[in-house]
Nanobody, 112 residues
């Protein structure tokens, strides 16, 4: 059974950078798209970024220029690199496969 496990979250200060990881266990499906989503406190979950089997990327309007999604099929990993973190980036970040599997999420808190 395929599972997605996120890691790399934590408490960071504004302006710092962070890389989130999503490990795909049970079989990395190289033919599908993976994506990151986030949910801030008391807000709806929103799309952050996606990456296709051809490494074509797409980003949500609120995160352009500071977020970079990547994938390593050999390591069964998907990454989200975030620069210049802002307090409004605080939330739980989720990894998702295009066939509907979600991870449990990793908390990112941006605060001084």
């Amino acid at each position: 059974q395929v599972q997605l496990v996120e890691s790399g979250g934590g408490l960071v200060q504004p302006g710092e950078s962070l890389t989130l990881s999503c490990e795909v266990s049970g079989g990395f499906r190289s033919l599908i798209t993976y994506s990151w989503h986030r949910q801030a406190p008391e807000k709806r979950r929103e799309f952050v970024a996606s990456i296709s089997m051809y490494s074509e990327t797409n980003y949500g309007d609120s995160v352009k220029d500071r977020f970079i999604i990547s994938r390593d099929s050999l390591k069964n990993m998907v990454y989200l690199h975030i620069t210049n973190l802002k307090p409004e980036d605080t939330g739980v970040y989720y990894c998702k496969s295009s066939d509907g599997i979600w991870g449990e999420g990793t908390q990112v808190t941006v605060s001084s």
